[in-house]
């Protein structure tokens, strides 16, 4: 993949989103560093983000858009995610999850 920027400007950018990353990291560790108990608002948010960096990083390999809308309906890994939540809403069991999710998706890749 070719791009009209120079090298210069990849780099910076690398380099101002880097610091720019370190700096929200760090600003968590010096926060909770100086206060004594984390706030209870604050604690019943913090609850989510291991859900949500789940969700960020399976979403995207579960909808995989296709050239048309039957082929992105029909996608074995979107039918078998679709299983796998509908377990994990009943049941809120993370093996049987993971299970029955890999066991959807052998089964939907076998038919389909």
Do not use: C
């Not at 880097?18 to 608002?41: Q, W």
């Amino acid at each position: 993949m070719t791009t009209d920027y120079g090298p210069l400007a990849i780099w910076t950018v690398v380099l101002v989103v880097g610091v720019a990353t370190f700096a929200i990291r760090y600003s968590f560790i010096f926060l909770f560093g100086r206060i004594d108990g984390v706030p209870s608002r604050i604690e019943s948010g913090l609850r989510f983000v291991p859900a949500a960096v789940l969700a960020a990083l399976v979403a995207p390999a579960i909808v995989d858009p296709g050239p048309t809308v039957a082929a992105t309906i029909l996608d074995d890994r979107l039918l078998a995610g679709a299983v796998a939540a509908v377990v994990a809403w009943y049941t809120d069991n993370m093996f049987a999850t993971i299970a029955v999710g890999l066991l959807a998706l052998w089964a939907v890749g076998a038919v389909l």
